[in-house]
């Protein structure tokens, strides 16, 4: 992992961390996705008797988000497509876990365009397209559908 990464990964679960700090949370969770021109996230916290608590994303953490999307992209692998944080108070631990191949658990599912999208931004080679995402020769039309 470069330099760059680790800084984002920090300043993502700070801001976590200060978003959750008025309750008294033993792990908070976050999940994030991107793809095209969508996103999608959602966090929580869990206190010591298990009781879920919600709070809004903090812009820093979006931010952080954006810019992991980007850094962690190559031309060799493309980038990932969602990403999980789990920290760990007891142990201060921060946990990113990326994505690359597997279709995400979204609220609402992409449209295929949106993938293509992020296929176009993020190129892959063949071999490394998940079987399951759009191929762009059964959208032909889809940059005027993005």
Known sequence: MNNRIAELQTSLGNSLVQAYSSH???????FYGEVGQLAQASSECTDAQGVPHYESIPDLADDAC???????????HGTW?????KIVRSTGQLNVTYNYDEKSEW???????????ELERYPRPARE??????????????HEEA
């Not at 954006?66 to 060799?76: F, N, Q, S, V, Y």
């Not at 609220?107 to 999208?117: A, G, M, S, V």
């Open 24 to 30: 008294d949370w033993e792990i908070i969770t976050m």
């Open 66 to 76: 954006a810019a992991l999307k980007d850094a962690c992209a190559t031309p060799e």
């Open 81 to 85: 497509l969602s990403l999980n944080v």
């Open 107 to 117: 609220d609402f599912d992409p449209q295929p365009e949106n993938y293509l999208l």
């Open 129 to 142: 397209i998940p079987a399951w995402y759009p191929k762009p020769e059964n959208y032909p039309n889809w």
